[in-house]
């Protein structure tokens, strides 16, 4: 989810930053893209890095012989 929202912060800082040529006053446009830009790219460099460290987990399996044993006796 993140990943999505970085790429959308991205698309919408640049087009507030490079397309849009209107004036609200007291707001610079260019600047506020400008932070979107960087907000997104923020948020990709840490979904990257949380997605990495998610596919390096290692399982495992804990058994109890108890419960074996006594199914192999019963079957």
């Not at 990495?52 to 804990?62: A, D, F, K």
Request: proline fraction near 0%; hydrophobic fraction near 50%; charge should be negative.
């Amino acid at each position: 989810m993140a990943l999505g929202t970085g790429i959308f912060l991205i698309v919408v800082g640049a087009i507030a930053a490079f397309a849009v040529d209107d004036a609200i006053d007291g707001v610079d446009l260019a600047m506020v893209g400008y932070i979107c830009i960087a907000a997104g790219v923020i948020a990709l460099i840490v979904s990257l890095v949380a997605n990495r460290q998610r596919s390096h987990t290692t399982h495992t399996e804990v058994r109890d012989e108890h419960v074996d044993q006594q199914r192999r006796v019963e079957g």
